[in-house]
């Protein structure tokens, strides 16, 4: 007799039916012999043999988990154990009922995603042919601009539009804002072009506050429609760019308008470099990913550095190492990609990191007490402008630290957990 396999205190046996939530299944994009099959809502991807992607659709058209197992083995000639693929199912939070007794929901406590209302109908025009030539021509003739007026190349200098420095970091940082929120407002909605969720917050990279869209469902797409939403936030930066570029050159704007413009062109410049650092996981690392058909570079390259180090330890210690090399089990070309990426991991951070020790925390500390210097001197009979932008200047800079810090504590809480010390 059939034993039964007992899900979240439901039994499964042969006779059961089970309600699966909206899933969403493809074919790998380099393996023929397997699916990818994921749940969108609550960014929930694993991929499985193709037996068992059949074994899923035979259950979502309501066959029973006996009849279906009879159905594979009577069509592929292969015998699986459904009611396991349905435990395992479960724990991913697939499955939706057991004979029509509801289980319960993990997509009840996800984040929701944000502007729900926006669809593919309202944003796939801006991912067509003739919005990318539209990108091109604008593009072109930013260089062509350039090439022919080198004056209007970005300098550094036209950063600063005022000689009050507080009121240009407000101004600017005003203007860059709005222009990471356009940003990654362009990979949601490119997201959204393929039909796929997302959300929109901060995050941190090493020492860096970012604004950030968490698309994890852009694994249900296949990896040619994957680099439109990677790339759609730079794409968005060089037009910005081109068009300022463009204005400035040919219309008769204020000199002010333009020097903001051109400070602004400055600005977005700085954070295409950052999109290169793809030791962290910035816009370039997502496509590099796909690029290397590696499924999970940055955690995997992490591992294999921690590995390293414990291996080295081990070895000048003389002792065996504790534990196995973590990429043992991945296919060969992601092995090898994943090893080499390690070294450029650890070897990127430790610069980003140093350069950061070295240059702009001093820079950092060095501006802030010359502007609490400045403040002193003004309560003392000295420039009360200069007081008020010094002032402005430490509000601004403190309030995104403070930004930083709390999104740093909220995204490692599992950090700063207070254990309670073991009883004796």
Known sequence: MRSRTVVNAVPVAAESRIGLHRLISRPDDDDPDVVVVGRAEIGEFIELPAVYGEAIRLLREGLPVGAVEQRLAAEQDVEIDVAELVEALTELGFVDSVDEQRLPDPAADA???????????????????????????????????????PDLLPHYEDFFWSEYVGLTVLVNTVMVSLTLSTHEMMHLMAARSLGVP???????????????????????????????????????????????????????????????????????????????????????????????????????????????????????????????????????????????????????????????????????????????????????????????????????????????????VRTHRHWFRWRRPAEN
């Open 198 to 408: 997302g959300r929109i917050g901060f995050g941190t990279r090493l020492h860096n506050l970012v604004v950030q869209t968490d698309v994890t469902a852009v694994w249900g797409v296949p990896r040619r429609s994957r680099y439109r939403v990677y790339l759609a936030g730079m794409a968005w930066d060089l037009f910005l760019m081109a068009s300022l570029t463009l204005l400035v050159a040919h219309t008769a704007l204020p000199s002010l308008t333009k020097a903001l413009f051109q400070a602004l062109v400055v600005a977005v410049l700085m954070t295409i470099p950052f999109q290169l650092q793809v030791y962290m996981r910035t816009d370039l690392y997502y496509v590099l990913r796909d690029l290397l058909r590696t499924r999970n570079l940055f955690d995997d390259g992490l591992a294999f550095a921690r590995y390293l180090r414990t291996r080295t330890v081990a070895r000048l210690r003389r002792r065996p190492c504790p534990v196995e090399d973590p990429t043992g089990d991945l296919a060969p070309h992601e092995r090898r990609a994943t090893r080499v990426y390690s070294v450029f991991l650890v070897f990127g951070a430790t610069v980003s990191l140093t350069a950061f020790a070295l240059f702009a925390a001093p820079i950092a500390i060095v501006a802030l007490f010359r502007a609490i210097g400045a403040i002193v001197d003004g309560l003392n009979g000295g420039s009360v402008l200069l007081a008020l932008d010094s002032g402005l200047l430490i509000l601004i800079e403190g309030a995104i630290q403070a930004l930083f810090v709390v999104t740093f």
């Open 111 to 149: 984040p929701r995603s944000h502007f729900r209302w926006l669809t593919a109908r309202h944003v796939s025009w801006i991912f067509g042919w003739p919005m990318k030539l539209g990108w091109l021509l604008v593009v072109a003739a930013a260089l062509v601009t350039l090439a022919t007026r």
